[in-house]
């Protein structure tokens, strides 16, 4: 006789090999943790190009400016037409286990059957090489970094098995810097 999936939480399920699974609804409308994401190296990126080109007067600072604040409003509406195309949510399927979390960004609709393999659109993060995790409670988010930062979405309510879980299999090092309890 097969094993079951074991439910943890009404979203968390725990499958026959030991790893977690669960789905993750955004409410693009409300939580702009994904927006500011996108959005804050992009700016970055226009200021140093403006502070290049100040330094360097190849072109005026005034139009640097203007083609980021440019850049900056077609890049709002973009997202403003994401929203309303998701009609306002976003799912984003989790697979975690003992050596890695990862994001099926490929489709949306449904969490994997099986780990997600190399013919998905994935985005993965090895436990191993994290070097710090923050906690973003009120965005229902863990960030780890690893070298960029990589957004887990949990609801509140499974927030701290899933934040626990991440702890123990996170190296030490990365444990001692890392926000909230350990």
């Not at 099926?104 to 059957?113: E, Q, S, V, Y």
Request: net charge positive.
């Amino acid at each position: 006789m097969a094993e079951e999936n074991r439910s943890l939480t009404d979203i968390v399920v725990q499958w026959p090999d030991g790893s977690y699974r669960w789905e993750y609804r955004l409410d693009m409308r409300s939580n702009t943790s994904m927006l500011k994401a996108a959005l804050y190296p992009v700016i970055g990126v226009f200021l140093g190009i403006t502070v290049i080109a100040g330094v360097l007067q190849m072109i005026p600072i005034w139009f640097s400016l203007l083609m980021m604040a440019g850049f900056i409003v077609i890049f709002l509406l973009g997202y403003g037409m994401a929203v309303l195309l998701r009609r306002g949510e976003k799912r984003i399927p989790y697979y975690m286990d003992d050596t890695q979390i990862t994001v099926n960004i490929g489709d949306p609709k449904k969490l994997p059957a099986r780990p997600p393999s190399m013919g998905r659109i994935v985005s993965q993060c090895g436990f191993a090489g994290v070097s710090r995790v923050r906690e973003k409670r009120e965005a229902d988010m863990i960030e780890l970094i690893v070298g960029t930062p990589f957004q887990v979405y949990v609801r509140q309510q499974d927030y701290d098995f899933v934040l626990s879980y991440i702890l123990d299999h996170i190296p030490e090092k990365a444990r001692e810097r890392s926000d909230g309890r350990l």
